[in-house]
């Protein structure tokens, strides 16, 4: 079948004019997801929040990439993956390559003399970027739910902070403001004390919260609540009412901001920043140790 050209006119154009500023204004979070992009759109009013606007732009993203007008960079798909199993041409580029490669990887656990084991868990992995970005400044680790999680998934969580016994235990916790996004956080409370007897979690929901859709101004999913979901009884007895917002639907800035503000009101910012500091002198030493290694390596080549 003969595929449809696409043809920019005017009032393309001009959505693709507006497109180009909201990727301006967010670019430092890319790679970006089309659902960020499409609240952003709404959000300043230059689409309507309609299933139909969404699979436009959907639309109008793709051939926008295909013709030129914005980089194939600025967006990801994160459902599918590359596996690279190729090797080096020789040797030499191998030695090359590890030399350039060679104690970078040094990461200092600026939370080891803090008093709470933190993790940051989130059931977006759309926006996992973003959370891996700021919480990487904290050595703090980043979980990525999807839904609702497996009994594997909870023991290995259990597993992992049997290391952190003696440390407060918070799980700072973002999901979507919907039946399944509210009661994602009951079921692991509840799953982790009556399944897997672990009691000294305490988790914090950072966002989405009542009422954020009006402190943020969010517009909402307008397939959030299904009947034939059996939470959307029980979102609706807890008072949330009748309307869900995404977590996408949050300005990256807004959500960046929420989640440093979430991390530093569990530290001890005078620790933190000592560990900072060591940190930093640890680098300096190792850029040192390793242009002399490296000037010696590649004279021997």
Excluded: H
């Amino acid at each position: 079948m003969k595929e449809r050209k696409w043809k920019w006119t005017k009032f393309q154009l001009n959505k693709l004019n507006n497109v180009q500023g909201v990727l301006k204004d967010i670019e430092k979070y890319k790679p970006l997801t089309l659902r960020q992009i499409y609240y952003q759109m709404v959000g300043k009013g230059f689409i309507p929040n309609r299933q139909t606007e969404y699979q436009m732009l959907s639309t109008l993203l793709t051939n926008a990439r295909y013709d030129g007008f914005i980089d194939w960079d600025i967006m990801e798909d994160r459902s599918r993956r590359y596996i690279n199993l190729s090797g080096y041409a020789d040797t030499e580029t191998f030695i090359r390559n590890t030399v350039q490669n060679w104690l970078n990887c040094y990461d200092r656990d600026l939370m080891q003399t803090q008093d709470k084991y933190i993790e940051i868990w989130t059931e977006k992995d759309a926006l996992s970027t973003l959370f891996e970005r700021v919480a990487r400044r904290y050595s703090i680790s980043v979980v990525v739910c999807r839904g609702f999680n497996s009994s594997t998934f909870l023991n290995n969580f259990r597993e992992r902070i049997m290391r952190y016994d003696s440390k407060e235990i918070i799980l700072l916790y973002f999901g979507d403001f919907d039946p399944s996004g509210m009661f994602m956080k009951v079921d692991i409370e509840n799953r982790l004390l009556n399944k897997l007897n672990v009691a000294n979690v305490n988790i914090k929901r950072v966002a989405l919260k009542p009422g954020d859709n009006d402190k943020y101004n969010l517009f909402s999913d307008p397939d959030s609540l299904k009947e034939t979901d059996p939470r959307t009884n029980w979102f609706r007895q807890q008072g949330y009412g009748n309307i869900g917002y995404e977590l996408d639907a949050l300005d990256p800035v807004t959500l960046e901001n929420l989640t440093v503000e979430a991390i530093d009101s569990e530290l001890d910012l005078d620790r933190f920043n000592e560990q900072v500091r060591l940190y930093n002198s640890e680098l300096d030493k190792l850029g040192l140790l390793k242009q002399e290694a490296t000037d010696r390596l590649l004279t021997a080549l």
